[in-house]
């Protein structure tokens, strides 16, 4: 017991400090929102169901025992989801704003609040914990479901631009992390929604791989030289229609009168060039 408790806090050492990495690596994503003044395609869903899922997992860690590491990790995810949320909401247009603000009341306020009613009431001692841990369980799914709406964007659009690399990598070396983490204290509420972590994380990694390949390949194509426009093909199996008398006579015509204009221009030239007399008085 005292090994696998020193390697279930090593683990969740490791946890936190790859989940710390998880929640700042958004920072490049609200830059852009910042220079670019709008948050453009980006969704506000991963955040506010990660601040709501960082206050359940604090909540179900004050019901347990040994769990600290839970706590410290998951009160900095409510400070830093907080902020980001609250960044979203000042540069979102209008209908984006409105939408995260009833999901915010929706999750954070009702949500979380009738779980802990219902918690408090209505179950005591191991209940308690067993029912919130089973709740955390499935936020925490939610939690790793919720980038789906952006890899059904990256998948529709072929463009990786809405999916954070850094973001993908962490998130699955935090589900590495927690899964052994949990394994280890043999509580399946944390270790379980981590297996889904994980094979979300991959899929997310494998997509941007592909994609951004893709795209590489595409503006390379759009850089060469369009020469398509400069280049005369010609057939040798087409053969030139063949002139009438009527067109063989408008042809020497043609030329004819080239020919006077070009005798005429040549003369007026010369006598251009002649120097004039002068009179010279007697």
């Known amino acids: 017991m005292a090994i696998s408790g020193h390697w279930a806090f090593a683990f969740g050492v490791l946890g936190n400090i790859v989940s710390f990495i998880v929640f700042l690596s958004p920072l490049p994503t609200f830059y852009k929102i910042y220079k670019k003044k709008s948050t453009e395609g980006y969704q506000s869903i991963p955040y506010v169901i990660a601040l709501f899922s960082s206050m359940l997992w604090i909540y179900y860690a004050f019901l347990k025992t040994n769990t600290t590491l839970l706590i410290t990790i998951n009160s900095f995810g409510v400070f830093i989801e907080t902020i980001y949320v609250g960044f979203y909401l000042f540069y979102a247009p209008k209908k984006a704003r409105v939408q995260t603000v009833k999901m915010l009341l929706l999750t954070v306020v009702a949500g979380f609040g009738a779980i802990i009613l219902i918690a408090q009431f209505l179950f005591k001692g191991v209940a308690r914990g067993q029912v919130v841990g089973w709740v955390c369980l499935v936020f925490s799914l939610c939690v790793f479901v919720a980038p789906l709406c952006i890899v059904r964007k990256v998948i529709k659009?072929?463009?990786?631009?809405?999916?954070?690399?850094l973001l993908s990598v962490f998130l699955t070396l935090s589900a590495v992390m927690w899964f052994f983490y949990g394994l280890l204290l043999k509580d399946i509420n944390i270790a379980a929604?981590?297996?889904?972590?994980?094979?979300?994380?991959?899929?997310?990694?494998?997509?941007?791989?592909?994609?951004?390949?893709?795209?590489?390949?595409i503006l390379k194509e759009q850089n060469l030289p369009e020469l398509q426009n400069h280049v005369i093909i010609l057939d040798d199996n087409k053969k030139l229609p063949e002139l009438t008398e009527?067109?063989?006579?408008?042809?020497?015509?043609?030329?004819?009168?080239?020919?006077?204009?070009?005798?005429?221009?040549?003369?007026?030239a010369k006598e251009e060039k002649l120097p004039k007399l002068q009179t010279v008085q007697a």
């Open 157 to 165: 659009t072929k463009s990786v631009e809405f999916m954070p690399l």
């Open 246 to 268: 009527e067109h063989k006579i408008d042809i020497l015509k043609l030329g004819k009168l080239v020919s006077s204009l070009h005798e005429n221009a040549c003369a007026a």
């Open 193 to 217: 929604p981590n297996i889904l972590g994980l094979i979300f994380g991959i899929l997310q990694i494998v997509l941007y791989v592909i994609y951004n390949k893709k795209e590489k390949h």
